[in-house]
């Protein structure tokens, strides 16, 4: 088994930032790719980005793109995910996941974290 446990999340205005945490602990091994999704009420879970372990491969949603970025520390078995210039309707929770496939679609991860709240004021 693999855990996930996601850190960082709060409340901040729009145009402000936030980095989110997710430390993978466990038999990471068997996870290829860390992804980063979201949820708001009343809506369906959503991808945001994605990386590779192995590689620099990463990918972002459009919505995100630009204003987000994706990254790894091997060593820590951490992966991150740095918000900037955030506006409302980023407000979410938000999840992180690892699974063996790098995918923009939540099926092929199969380990998720607990989640992590982001609140932006407009």
């Known amino acids: 088994q693999v855990q996930l446990v996601e850190s960082g999340g709060g409340l901040v205005q729009a145009g402000g930032s936030l980095r989110l945490s997710c430390a993978a602990s466990?038999?990471?091994?068997?996870?290829?790719?860390m992804g980063w999704f979201r949820q708001a009420p009343g809506k369906e879970r959503e991808f945001v980005a994605a990386i590779s372990w192995g590689a620099d491969t990463t990918t972002y949603a459009n919505s995100v793109k630009g204003r987000f970025t994706i990254s790894k520390d091997n060593a820590k078995n951490t992966v991150y995910l740095q918000m900037n210039s955030l506006k409302p309707e980023d407000t979410a929770v938000y999840y992180c996941?690892?699974?063996?496939?790098?995918?923009?679609?939540?099926?092929?991860?199969?380990?998720w974290g607990q989640g992590t709240q982001v609140t932006v004021s407009s």
């Open positions: 996941a690892a699974g063996p496939l790098f995918s923009t679609s939540p099926r092929p991860y199969n380990h």
């Open positions: 466990g038999r990471t091994f068997i996870t290829n790719a």
